[in-house]
């Protein structure tokens, strides 16, 4: 039984009742389990969907820092903080800093309250069995995500899976199997999503525009289970996975579900938002996405030029701004259709069949202002080209670290200074011993 995620559990479950009916006006973000754990009104439940779009949005900024920085797509220069230049560029990672502790209690906050919604829903006749099929295929999606976030920071350290019972909270799980039962409950809320007939009872954000109804809400799972399944080398059952997806070879790129933010006083800010030329709380491009772009990219866009360079007392200089999200209301994505076509070319590659996955990877090349692949066509150089456009496309969004690693190829992370390493993990937060 550990401390850690008890404290997270205990906070939603123990939530202080100030009167008869306050479990009629659940709060979304701290939901009460003896509040809705008997007949939930619909109204009950739709507040614990609320509550969990809210909150898988929460700690964005310290996962994206944690895995940006160790995979040098980026520097995080604060000045109240030197623990991004120290222990995140040198691998000495302290199982009780922020970087481990932060993003870790944020997904397990989520999945808190996706294993409430379901409880609920197991235990209400206030919807019918479509309706119910809608919550459960939308809760276990979610919780899947969430698991393999933290199952990206750990690796071999792995995850709990079963966090269920506060009182018996299931053990760390490798990485295999929590890949195996990430990939089992993707499978789970698809089917709960076949049986939800046409429409949700519930309402998304903004940010789900296109993916509303089950039928829809399916081709994110989708997408998501083709994301798990590179990461398991099951590159057949990947491909199979995209066929149900929104993948969309002569698509928008950028078409997929995305976190919202505005300024409204229930709601914040986008946390990975740096307006240009700041100083003190900076992000910054690491120089080599920038030196080893091929000419031409349009996607070197996504760095901003500074006024002058930041040059940090650890020894690192930036000269530009991290610059994809423009405005402090800027969406986060989630998923969307650029990675799902590298997913695809991917799985064509190490599926052999090499037409196709040039095919695909000239649907990134063109978007980019690049002429089409006209490399060597082996397998390696082909996996290598694949990274590449990975790491232009989907830079700033927590992947670098995680393909060089699923290709054995950290190694070939430029490290800054002597005493720079790049990490394999992070570790367990120190009170999950």
């Not at 929590?178 to 499978?187: K, S």
């Not at 423009?326 to 969406?331: F, G, I």
């Not at 089409?372 to 992947?399: P, V, W």
Request: proline fraction near 3%; hydrophobic fraction near 40%.
């Amino acid at each position: 039984m550990t401390k850690y995620i008890n404290k997270i559990l205990t906070l939603f479950l123990f939530t202080a009742l100030a009167a008869c009916k306050i479990d009629e006006q659940i709060d979304p973000n701290r939901p009460s389990l003896e509040g809705v754990s008997k007949n939930a009104t619909s109204s009950q439940l739709n507040n614990l969907v609320v509550g969990t779009l809210n909150q898988m949005r929460a700690d964005l900024a310290a996962y994206i820092d944690a895995v940006g920085v160790v995979g040098r797509d980026h520097y995080r220069f604060a000045g109240s903080e030197p623990r991004y230049v120290s222990d995140l560029l040198t691998a000495t990672l302290d199982n009780n800093a922020f970087y481990v502790t932060r993003p870790f209690a944020s997904r397990y906050r989520t999945i808190k309250n996706v294993n409430i919604l379901i409880d609920a829903v197991n235990n209400t006749n206030s919807v019918n069995e479509a309706e119910k099929q809608g919550y459960l295929g939308f809760a276990k999606t979610v919780k899947a995500h969430e698991l393999l976030m933290v199952l990206n920071q750990l690796h071999d350290n792995g995850v709990r899976l079963d966090v269920s019972n506060p009182d018996a909270l299931g053990a760390f799980v490798s990485r295999a199997d929590a890949l195996i039962g990430i990939a089992n409950l993707l499978e789970e809320a698809s089917t709960h999503l076949d049986k939800a007939g046409s429409t949700f009872k519930f309402s998304l954000s903004a940010g789900f525009t296109g993916f509303t109804s089950p039928a829809n809400f399916k081709k994110l799972n989708r997408g998501l289970a083709a994301r798990v399944a590179v990461y398991r080398e099951k590159y057949t059952e990947a491909l199979t996975a995209l066929n149900g997806s929104f993948m969309n070879l002569e698509g928008d790129l950028q078409a997929g579900v995305y976190h919202v933010f505005s300024g409204s006083s229930n709601d914040f800010f986008n946390p990975l938002f740096f307006a240009r030329n700041a100083s003190g709380e900076v992000r910054l491009v690491h120089p080599k996405w920038l030196s080893e772009a091929e000419a031409g990219d349009k996607r070197l866009a996504k760095a901003a030029l500074r006024n002058s360079p930041i040059v940090n007392p650890a020894g690192l200089t930036g000269t530009h701004d991290v610059w994809i999200y423009t405005t402090n209301t800027t969406p986060i994505c989630v998923l969307r259709n650029e990675e799902l076509v590298l997913i695809y070319a991917e799985a064509q590659i190490q599926a052999n069949n090499t037409t196709e996955a040039i095919k695909a990877l000239n649907v990134i090349r063109k978007s980019a202002g690049l002429a089409d692949y006209s490399g060597a066509t082996s397998k390696e150089a082909l996996i290598n080209e694949m990274l590449k456009q990975r790491r232009y496309s989907l830079f700033f969004e927590g992947h670098r670290w995680v393909d060089m690693r699923r290709y054995n190829k950290l190694s070939e992370i430029a490290v800054d200074r002597a005493t720079d390493k790049v990490a394999t993990q992070f570790p367990k937060p120190f009170t999950e011993g």
